[in-house]
């Protein structure tokens, strides 16, 4: 069990320690001592968790840690006002929305950064209620209960289970999520149910999954790199599934669902549209040639994928990998001084991977 810690704890430890260096060498000239420490303490957790769960109860523990999680994000958010994080995240949201029910094209909208709408329509759906309410932080936390609640029905057993949810409230990359009211952690919590949904249902007969292949589907139109993952799902099922016309018709719902939320904007203004879109704007994080490339990998993905709960474990390693390419182009572009310190990569993509991560350290059902 200790040997499949190794991989995810390092790129946990490497997600947050570089999260930890680019903020703390702001605080304090001691930032290298500070992330050895969080090093120490990771290794600790990480090795020594059996010991941990046979001290402390599980319900008990994990509810303390989303009471604190709660409470304090409540905290930051009355103290940290959103005009004055360098963090659009929450914006881009607000702007968006604030063009839609204005009745302007809401992908002409800018944030506070200046910077475009980056996700895809379901995004905005998904955050609509939250908006409403005056403050997208409370979408944010969701990310937190929700991932407790996949913990809880993904693992095999109760000992062990409290390791990810303590290492994601240890996570230096969690807490600046929560800060400045971002959102990556709940689209891939959503996306992970999506595929625990999924894996419950693969046996059933074609027509019965029809409407899980079109949710799939509204997922894609949150970030692209959902699509990466959806790839993977389709090759995997077109390897596993026994008729090609149910994977065909499964994967016709699911570009069906992808597509639906974007035809609304084509109407809108084809111009517009094809000026100013979300594909246009998340393709540019890679090389074409990249992006072909994973492509291919992911669509001859299913030859080597032995079930759902074995491509969740391998989305969160992929993920680092992309995000991992994306940054070094940056650094090659720019130097890392100002890929990593003057932000001109946004380092937070890493959390892509991280709650994938951090469910292949415990034994799923």
């Given at each position: 069990?200790?040997?499949?810690?190794?991989l995810?704890?390092?790129?946990?430890?490497?997600?947050?320690?570089?999260?930890m260096l680019?903020?703390?060498?702001?605080?304090?000239?001691?930032?290298?001592i500070?992330?050895?420490i969080?090093?120490a303490?990771v290794?600790?957790i990480?090795?020594?968790h059996e010991?941990?769960?046979t001290?402390i109860?599980?319900?008990?523990s994990?509810?303390?840690l989303?009471?604190?999680t709660?409470?304090a994000?409540?905290?930051?958010?009355?103290?940290?006002p959103?005009?004055?994080?360098?963090?659009?995240?929450?914006?881009v949201?607000?702007?968006?929305?604030?063009?839609?029910l204005?009745?302007?094209f809401?992908?002409?909208?800018?944030?506070?950064?200046?910077?475009p709408?980056?996700?895809?329509?379901?995004?905005?759906?998904?955050?609509?209620?939250?908006?409403?309410?005056?403050?997208?932080?409370?979408?944010t936390?969701m990310?937190?209960?929700?991932?407790y609640l996949?913990?809880r029905?993904?693992?095999?057993?109760?000992?062990?289970?409290?390791?990810?949810?303590?290492?994601?409230?240890?996570?230096?990359?969690?807490?600046?999520?929560?800060?400045?009211?971002?959102?990556?952690?709940?689209?891939?919590?959503?996306?992970?149910?999506?595929?625990l949904w999924?894996?419950?249902?693969?046996?059933?007969?074609?027509?019965?999954i029809?409407?899980?292949?079109?949710?799939?589907?509204?997922?894609?139109?949150?970030?692209?790199?959902?699509?990466v993952?959806?790839?993977?799902?389709?090759?995997?099922?077109?390897?596993?599934?026994?008729?090609f016309?149910?994977?065909?018709?499964?994967?016709?719902i699911?570009?069906?669902g992808?597509?639906s939320?974007?035809?609304?904007?084509?109407?809108?203004d084809?111009?517009l549209?094809?000026?100013?879109?979300?594909v246009?704007?998340?393709?540019?994080?890679?090389p074409?040639?990249?992006?072909?490339?994973?492509f291919?990998?992911?669509?001859?993905s299913?030859?080597?994928?032995?079930?759902i709960?074995?491509?969740?474990?391998?989305?969160?390693?992929?993920l680092f990998?992309?995000v991992?390419?994306?940054?070094t182009?940056?650094?090659?572009?720019?130097?890392?001084?100002?890929?990593?310190r003057?932000?001109?990569?946004?380092?937070?993509?890493?959390?892509?991977?991280?709650?994938?991560?951090l469910?292949m350290?415990?034994?799923?059902?």
């Amino acid at each position: 069990m200790r040997k499949k810690l190794i991989l995810p704890a390092i790129l946990y430890f490497l997600i947050n320690g570089t999260f930890m260096l680019k903020y703390a060498v702001r605080l304090t000239e001691l930032a290298w001592i500070l992330v050895f420490i969080y090093f120490a303490i990771v290794v600790l957790i990480v090795f020594k968790h059996e010991y941990w769960d046979t001290k402390i109860s599980f319900h008990k523990s994990q509810f303390i840690l989303i009471f604190i999680t709660v409470i304090a994000g409540v905290i930051i958010w009355q103290n940290l006002p959103v005009d004055q994080l360098r963090v659009d995240r929450w914006s881009v949201i607000s702007s968006f929305l604030d063009n839609l029910l204005a009745g302007e094209f809401p992908y002409e909208a800018t944030s506070h950064l200046n910077n475009p709408p980056g996700p895809f329509p379901f995004h905005y759906v998904l955050a609509f209620p939250f908006y409403l309410i005056g403050e997208i932080g409370y979408f944010t936390v969701m990310g937190f209960i929700g991932f407790y609640l996949i913990v809880r029905y993904y693992s095999q057993e109760i000992a062990g289970s409290s390791l990810p949810l303590l290492l994601l409230f240890l996570s230096p990359a969690w807490w600046w999520e929560l800060a400045v009211r971002s959102t990556i952690l709940i689209n891939m919590v959503m996306v992970i149910a999506w595929l625990l949904w999924l894996k419950g249902n693969f046996n059933r007969k074609s027509e019965s999954i029809l409407h899980i292949a079109f949710i799939g589907g509204l997922l894609v139109s949150t970030r692209g790199i959902v699509g990466v993952i959806m790839i993977s799902v389709l090759s995997y099922m077109f390897y596993n599934r026994d008729k090609f016309t149910h994977w065909l018709a499964f994967t016709l719902i699911m570009g069906m669902g992808f597509v639906s939320t974007l035809i609304p904007f084509m109407i809108w203004d084809a111009g517009l549209f094809f000026k100013y879109n979300p594909v246009t704007l998340q393709a540019g994080f890679l090389p074409l040639w990249i992006l072909v490339l994973i492509f291919f990998i992911t669509a001859l993905s299913g030859k080597w994928i032995s079930s759902i709960t074995h491509l969740i474990k391998l989305s969160g390693p992929a993920l680092f990998v992309i995000v991992f390419l994306s940054i070094t182009k940056t650094i090659f572009q720019v130097g890392l001084t100002q890929a990593i310190r003057d932000s001109v990569f946004d380092i937070s993509y890493f959390l892509f991977a991280l709650p994938f991560l951090l469910l292949m350290m415990v034994p799923s059902k």
